[in-house]
């Protein structure tokens, strides 16, 4: 058969020229991933001056039971802001983490991000120039966020070389739930009040069947894929994991007796099995089977339902004084949005009394400011006002640290691992102080 | 007079599966080849030409070592394993037997359901706490074993999901290799005294060559590319016992956003498939005798 080349070849061009118009929806044209709706490019940049309304995207991983009250903080601010409407599209985390960088790199992506619930994760962004510095949009008075009623934590983990790089989308921090049943049928009155009396707890906590099996564990420490617990353990007895200079603390004998002290009651005493995730330990405080886990406000939105008699309380005091854990999701502005006005505003009314009463409300989280204290509603609250409690307190997890994921996945989490499964603190943090320390170039 | 440009019609009809293998493979690939040359980052406009550096950083990198070895130890262990009991179970669903179509669809079910649900399945089945195996042990007295976070025990029960999972497929492969072997070679093998064994070795085997050969070549390949279950099921972990080279490739390039020593990593998995396929392709025809 021969075919003509003059229908041939214009055939095989259009099929080709199909071909790449089919393909073009996987990416939208300004390189703003699958789903994401972008910042209109032809809009022009005075819109806001201009009275013209002007539209923010916003990428967000808030997929958890407190989605909704995320959702209803949009909606308010879109009805009071007429010629600012956000976007909010919400994305599992790992979605975010892979399609953001991208989006970014391309020139797209949403004007306003939370690029993962981890804090350090703004560094490679910050590092990079893909996120804009907002100590502008800090300050005090009307259209800034009130630089001085934001926990001091969070700040701290949002400084990247003396410039802040995010505002807190929320802020959390961790307390001791404990299973009131479990506790009273131990006879033990109350929740412990120092580290001590923790470490006595976990294991009274603790039971095992005829064979050996664990039936109760008494503190459930989960090790990777977590909200960081082993830290709270090593901060409350004067160890840390990056000290003020900035270099490790993995190899201080603080530190190192701290994790030997706890690694020891999970090996001998079974108070936590080995390796578990926050989700699996989370799973065992749901069961019944744990009697005390350290946990975000979030927990309350699982266990209230689970039907478990509990209550939170204040990390036990160790040698170091009263220390948690404090996590903020961190909320960025893209380098390529065309409204950072707008943004700012958004960002100045997100964090605002009005808002984060609200949020609060809705989530059970403490705001994120901390001169709410008097704020009679959340003070009714029956979970709100103990986790903002203990936000003077709070520390946020390898804060400032640029290599957070190598020092999280490489080192600490491989070290704690290590010593629960037997090997001795003092050889394994020696070594892994000198890998940190190699990292943070110390 | 112009002289007629000929067209092969069978170049027409290429076109299209062409085009979509040079979009959509062929170019991949030469862009990641590229990338694996560069301080690749997807975050940062400064992506410098480093020539085989990222290839030299992967040399004294233990975690790609280890990864290399997780994923060989896995391939030997779940490819044998999953075609030998692929075989074992076509040549007993080629009989006559009764419920036969429910026995096969029973087999190929896990092909058709999605992995990474099977694999949160899996990882509350195996879970020591809350999972259905761990009751079981208590029930019978036995000490309850965590699978998934002993350092020795993950991989193996990494390679039992993967197994379980993919069995039905080199099942249903095989049986189509089988029925393709002519019954009148075992009724003549009969007649001469040829026992099951004699049978099996010298007529199902030879028989079933070509479908062994497209089978392992399937399953070493699907075998060095496992992610979705570890993913799922361990993240590599404990102690990156199941870091396998896809892990920590996804590691390197989502996490750490190292597009170039990712691409690297891809390369280098390229090329071990390539080789152990040409290895195998060369090792069977070899042997091919007819």
């Known amino acids: 058969m021969k075919i003509n080349p003059r229908i041939a070849i214009p055939l095989g061009m259009a099929f080709l020229v199909a071909a790449c118009q089919a393909s073009a929806p996987a990416a939208t044209s300004d390189g703003a991933a699958p789903g994401e709706s972008s910042a209109p490019e032809s809009e022009p940049a005075s819109t806001e001056d201009s009275g013209e309304q002007v539209t923010l995207t916003f990428l967000a991983g808030f997929t958890g039971g407190d989605r909704a009250a995320y959702e209803g903080l949009i909606e308010e601010f879109n009805a009071s802001h007429p010629n600012i409407q956000v976007e909010m599209e919400i994305q599992p985390w790992d979605v975010i983490g892979q399609e953001l960088p991208a989006a970014m790199a391309t020139g797209g992506g949403p004007d306003i991000a939370t690029p993962s619930f981890a804090e350090g994760s703004i560094f490679a962004y910050a590092e990079s120039g893909s996120i804009l510095p907002l100590d502008d949009a800090y300050g005090s008075g009307e259209g800034l966020v009130e630089r001085g009623a934001i926990p001091e934590a969070a700040l701290n983990a949002f400084t990247y070389q003396d410039q802040l790089y995010a505002v807190p989308a929320n802020f959390a921090t961790l307390l001791l739930y404990h299973n009131l049943d479990l506790l009273e049928e131990a006879g033990l009155d109350g929740p412990p009040e120092s580290m001590d009396e923790l470490r006595d707890y976990a294991v009274q906590l603790t039971e095992s069947d005829d064979a050996g099996n664990v039936t109760q564990h008494g503190l459930v420490l989960a090790d990777h894929a977590t909200i960081p617990m082993w830290p709270i353990l090593i901060w409350a007895e004067g160890g840390s994991i990056v000290n003020e200079d900035g270099c490790s603390g993995l190899g201080s004998p603080e530190t190192i007796e701290a994790v030997q002290t706890w690694a020891d009651l999970v090996i001998n005493e079974n108070i936590s099995p080995v390796g578990l995730t926050g989700g699996e330990a989370d799973n065992l405080f749901a069961a019944g089977q744990a009697a005390m886990e350290m946990n975000g406000p979030w927990a309350t939105g699982v266990y209230t339902p689970a039907g478990i008699n ?103 989490v491989p070290a704690i691992q290590r010593i629960t499964r037997g090997e001795s603190a003092e050889d394994v943090l020696t070594q892994a102080s000198e890998e940190l320390d190699a990292l943070l170039g110390c | 007079m112009t002289r007629a440009f000929k067209v092969h019609p069978a170049y027409l009809f290429l076109l299209p599966s062409a085009t979509a293998l040079l979009v959509f493979t062929v170019w991949p690939i030469a862009q990641a080849l590229w990338i694996s040359l560069h301080d690749w980052s997807f975050l940062s406009d400064a992506r410098p030409f480093i020539g085989l550096g990222n290839y030299v950083e992967l040399l004294g990198d233990d975690r790609f070592w280890n990864a290399m070895r997780v994923t060989a130890l896995y391939t030997m262990g779940a490819v044998p394993l999953q075609i030998g009991l692929a075989l074992a179970v076509a040549l007993a669903l080629n009989e006559r037997l009764h419920g036969l179509a429910l026995f096969r669809a029973a087999f190929f079910f896990p092909v058709i359901s999605s992995l990474a649900i099977m694999a949160i399945v899996w990882s509350f089945l195996l879970d020591p706490n809350v999972g259905v195996i761990a009751g079981w042990m208590t029930d019978l007295g036995m000490r309850r074993i965590d699978f998934l976070g002993d350092v020795t025990l993950a991989l193996p029960a990494i390679i039992v999901v993967g197994i379980w999972k993919n069995l039905g497929f080199s099942m249903v492969i095989l049986l189509a290799g089988l029925q393709g072997v002519p019954r009148e070679h075992y009724e003549a093998a009969s007649i001469d005294g040829a026992g099951r064994w004699q049978r099996f070795r010298h007529i199902t085997i030879p028989g079933l060559r070509h479908t062994l050969l497209f089978v392992v070549v399937i399953s070493v390949i699907a075998s060095l590319q496992v992610f979705d279950q570890i993913f799922v099921m361990t993240r590599g972990g404990p102690l990156f016992a199941t870091d396998t080279l896809v892990t920590y490739l996804y590691y390197q390039g989502f996490s750490l956003f190292r597009m170039g020593y990712a691409s690297a990593i891809a390369t280098i998995l390229f090329l071990l498939i390539l080789a152990v396929s040409a290895g195998q392709l060369r090792l069977f025809r070899y042997r091919d005798v007819d």
């Open chain 1, 310 to 412: 509990y209550d939170v309380a204040p990390i036990p005091e160790g040698v170091a004084g009263p220390v948690t854990l404090a996590t903020t999701v961190p909320m960025v502005l893209n380098a390529n949005t065309e409204h950072p006005d707008a943004a700012y505003e958004f960002f100045a009314w997100w964090t605002s009394q009005e808002a984060q009463g609200a949020l609060s409300l809705g989530s059970g989280f403490p705001p994120a400011r901390t001169d709410m204290a008097d704020n009679a509603e959340l003070a009714e609250h029956d979970w709100v006002p103990k986790f903002a409690a203990a936000a003077a307190d709070a520390r946020v997890y390898l804060a400032g640290v640029e290599q957070f994921t190598e020092a999280d996945t490489e080192i600490f």
